[in-house]
Structures are given as C-alpha cells and as structure tokens.
C-alpha cells in the first residue's frame, strides 16, 4: 500500500504500550512544624485538634518540620514521634530537617527528605518562612491554590475535582456528571449533576449555583438529594452551607 | 483535505445509520465527493439502508488488514454521484478494528473525498470511540426522550475528553440532530420539547427530524429518506444539509399542522 511510510511510524507510536509515566503535580501537603519532641507534652494539643477536625486527620499526608526544635532529636524520639502521627491518623511522608542530618535520618526512616526545597540557605533563619507565602500552614486550613475554572459543559459521567481549591464553572453540570473541591463550588450554568464540596473534610465550603437542578449537594459528607432539593430550592439560585451538622440552602 | 463527520449517540435505535444514510447523500448530491463509513462491525446495517448490500464483496475489516485495496472494498452508489459506501463486516467484531488501522484508511479517502461520514455503533465503548476519535465534526443523533438526551449527554462529554481533537486541545464542533420529533405528542406533554433538548445538550440545533412513516418505508426499500422530497421528514434532513453547510434555513416541523378542510375529508398523510 502506498500509506506504509505514515502507517508504520503510527504502530510504532501506538503499540509501544508504556508502563508508566512521570508527571508533574501539585498536591497539597501540609506541614507539621514542630516546636518540641516531646511526644507526651506534643500528644494531647494534636489529639484534641484532631478531635476538632477528624476529616482533616483521615490520613493527612504531613511533613514533619524538624527545623524548629531547640535540638536535634534523636533516632528513637524521632520514631516515637512517627509513631504518634500515625496513631493519630497522620501519614508522614517526609522530613524537613537540619541538611546535615536530613539524609541520613530520611534513608533510615524510609522517608523523603524535604530539607532543601527551599533556595534561602539554613542559616539566614527569619528568610526561611518568608519565601513562600503559599506553604499552607499546619492550621485545619485549606491549602489556598488559585481556584479551578471550567468554562465547557461538564457532561453526564465526567467527573471535576478541585483537589485543594475550590471550583468555579461557567457551564451547565450534566445529570450524571460530579464535581467536587476542596473548597467552595461555584455553578454559573444549571447544576444537574451531583456537587460535592469540601470533600477533604472543610465544613466551612459552600456551594453556590444559579439553578439548583442537581442530583445531590453534600459539604464534607453531609449531603442532600434531589428529592430534598425539589421541596426546597429547585431551579432556584442558592447557596449551601453546613450550620452544624444541618446542610441548609438559603436563597441567593 | 476531507473533513471527517462522526454521526453518533450514545443510544442505540435513535436514528444513526437512517442520517447517516441521508446526510452523505445530501452531501453528495449538492457536488462534495463523499463516503459513507459503516462502523458498527458485526451489525452491519448501512449499506441496507442504502440499498446496496448485494454488492458487498470487501468490508471495512478486510481493508483494515490489507486483504483487499480501499478501490475494492469501496461501493460506488448507483443512484447518486459523488456517494461512495465503505460496509462494516458482519462476521467479525468491533476488535477487528484499531486506531492505527482506522487512521490509515482515513487518511487514504482523505486524499480524493470532501466529506468521510462515519456511521457510529451505539454505546461508549472500543467501536464508538474509534468512530469519533479521528472526527472534526460530531452529528449527535437524539430522541426527545430523557434516557436518550442523556446518553447523548455521555457521548458529547467522550467526544470533548477521548477524541484525537481533545488530545490536541482543540474541539470538535457539535451538532444536534433530534429525530422521530412528533409536534402533537409535545403537546400533550408526552415528549421534551426541542427547547428542552436545546437546554439540556446546549449545543446547537442543526435540525428536527419529524417522526414519519417515510422513514419504515424508506429504510425498507434501501432508499435514503432524503431522496423522498415529498416527504416531510426529507425534506427535514435536506433542511439540515442546506445548514450544515452554512446555509440559514428556518426549523420546520416543529408545531402541530393544522388540517386543511380537504385533507381532513380524504385523509391524506402529512
């Protein structure tokens, strides 16, 4: 056949099956700054914020920031500490530590080391928080990314996830379609389809929406279906919020 | 360079192969060199539509593995110029087809035709992605009823996320094409409207297709329906034809015909 230069440079292409494939992304990880190793002073004050938000906690990954101990703690301290974070549902996926001993710690930890991400070298101290105002706090706090804009249809069995900021869509959301964040979710177009936001546990997300049509609402977990949603709202502008444990709808 | 029309739906019985049937005709017969391709392997059904299928000797599937030249397997159509027919095999399956395989062809009608218009098979899955994957233009045939329009719904989110354009960060321009629209059961609020559809799909509406006994009748005799100009559901699709290719055509058969006095005494069919 005439084609076979183009056809053969196509199968070459397509039958190489690749195993795998590196990319780039952002997620948000938050960082547990330490101020003592002290895990029997540390246990209670993180017990009780994890009691405060239990969703935050559901295997959270955490770096543990070790830059801000009086001293450098030792193998085992460091352990019984690892130890704590994960009975508390934490997971530690890395370290931030003194550079020195960070690789070190990291290959006997199995953990990734952290220690150099920032350019400010370890010994201009008051630079070193300064940089990047966009590390997330270890407050229950949201990761604050630029929120997600969707400005094509989201249609039936597509799904939208803002993973750490929130959602905004200038199109219509399809019955059978889902769109979920991490913060609030905006709808400029009829929302058909399901809308799920603050889904890593943020009770205070909202979902705002010009026609409320949707399948189900929910704000970290707490949910509301259609059949809610016709008595109240339907094909109304709204907003959702949780007051409590009660997700409302009030009228925009 | 050919530009590549998927006609598809999600659903299947919607009326798919019946416009693709007439949209390659009408396509052919205002002059654009056109062929038709039946994707639905196994279910081969578009070259009874066109009336043709006594002179299948190659398919699809035989050029795809180089057991027959495209000039083989190709149908010229005896009725209209320009019109050519590419038949799905009815022995084997949708995984007789790949992508590398599909382009190669494609690109070899993209040489001499204007217009490759793919007859799609119903669902989402491997045969329905192949159809779509390589097109420019999508032709989304749907009934005005909700299980259709939402499938329909499923296949334009497809077309936006699988297909070569969307790989590339383009579009693929969309169409909506409502068939077996019947005015007087809108009216009683037994069908969606087309503005329901409209509102639902939001994309533009290339053409209502009024539900017609010509349709049965055509289908059956292997004739396109577009060929019937004296019936209103050819017209229909000459109307979408006419709009396609830019041209400003108001929407017809939308509302209730009021019965003449005389149609009314003898009876005669829209």
Redesign the interface.
Known sequence: ???TT??AQ??NQ??ETRCFQFKSTRAALNELILTTSDTQLLKPQLAAHAARVPMLFSNMPVILNLQQLPSAPTLEALQSLLALCRELSLVPVGLKAAPESATELCTTLQLADFSHQRRSTRDSEPAKTAPEPAEPAPAPQPATAAAKVIT???????QVYARGSDLVIL??V????EVMADGHIHVY??L?GRAMAGVNGNTDARIFCQSMEAELISIAGYFKTSEDLHAECWQQPIQALLRGSRLDTVSL | MAEIIVVTSGKGGVGKTTSSAAIGTGLALRGFKTVLIDFDVGLRNLDLIMGCERRVVYDFVNVINKEATLNQALIRDKRTENLYILPASQTRDKDALSVEGVEAVLNELAESFDYIVCDSPAGIEKGAQLALYFADTAVVVTNPEVSSVRDSDRILGVLQSKSRKAEQGETVKEHLLLTRYSPSRVDAGEMLSVDDVKEILAIPLLGVIPESEAVLKASNQGVPVIMDGDSDAGQAYDDAIARFLGEDREHRFLNVERKGFLSRVFGRKG
Do not use: D, H, L, N
Request: charged content about 15%; hydrophobic content about 30%.
């Open positions: 056949m005439s084609k183009p056809m196509a199968v397509e039958s094509t249809p989201v249609r039936s069995g597509q199109a219509p399809s019955a059978g379609a177009g009829p058909r």
